[in-house]
Each structure stands twice: as C-alpha cells, then as structure tokens.
C-alpha cells in the first residue's frame, strides 16, 4: 500500500518560513517521480517543484529562489523548505508521486500534469498573513 503523509503546514507571517515533510511508505522511494503541488481556494492545482530520480529538481516561477525541494532516501521523505514566503504562498500543499509519470520538470509543473499523479498525501495548510 503506497502511503504518503503531509506534515510541516502552519501559519506564518510574511518573510517567515517552514518545511513541509512528505514521509512515503509501501513502496521503493527510489523508483518513483515525486512533487510537491498547491491548491488555493477557487483556484487550480499547481505544480511547485519536482525532484527527479537522478536528484535534480525544478521550480515554477512563482516559487524559484525561495523554495527548496529535497529528499531523504535513508528516511523516505521528501521535503519543501520554503523562505521568503509570501501570502500568494497560502495554499494547501500536497506531495504526489507516480512511477511512471514523464518525469521531466516541465511537463509536472505545467498545465494539468499533476493529473497524471497516482498517490497523493492528504494535504498541509499553509496559511501566511500579510
């Protein structure tokens, strides 16, 4: 059973930061493409970042230079630091990970790609105020 689990969500100010964790289980790290995707209220998802099997990692836009997406094989966690937050940042913020999504940055982060994500954690808050 492929698990994944949010953690890290929470309220901060402008400028603040946090790290939101993705702890996945049932199923080998390693083989699959993982991301990191939000949902504002009355928006669409979107894709935030994408580390791919071979470590390199892309940002969208709106998120480069203030993001961080990193993992942790020994733990099987994927992390997102985020600084510099802004209230545009305040999202639900979900980790996806599929074994055979076209693991390319650009294709994750664009569009409705996040469609062909196959598990999907249940979501952190992140809430930043202004």
């Known amino acids: 059973q492929v698990q994944l689990v949010e953690s890290g969500g929470g309220s901060v100010q402008a400028g603040g930061s946090l790290r939101l964790s993705c702890a996945a289980s049932?199923?080998?790290?390693?083989?699959?493409?993982m991301g990191w995707f939000r949902q504002a209220p009355g928006k669409e998802r979107e894709g935030v970042a994408v580390i791919h099997s071979d470590g390199s990692t892309t940002y969208a836009d709106s998120v480069k230079g203030r993001f961080t997406i990193s993992q942790d094989n020994a733990k099987n966690t994927l992390y997102l630091q985020m600084n510099s937050l802004k209230p545009e940042d305040t999202a639900m913020y979900y980790c996806?990970?599929?074994?055979?999504?076209?693991?390319?940055?650009?294709?994750?982060?664009?569009?409705?790609?996040?469609?062909?994500?196959?598990?999907w954690g249940q979501g952190t808050q992140v809430t930043v105020s202004s």
């Open positions: 996806a990970a599929d074994p055979w999504v076209y693991c390319s940055g650009g294709y994750i982060l664009a569009g409705l790609a996040w469609r062909d994500f196959g598990y």
């Open positions: 049932g199923y080998t790290y390693s083989s699959y493409c």
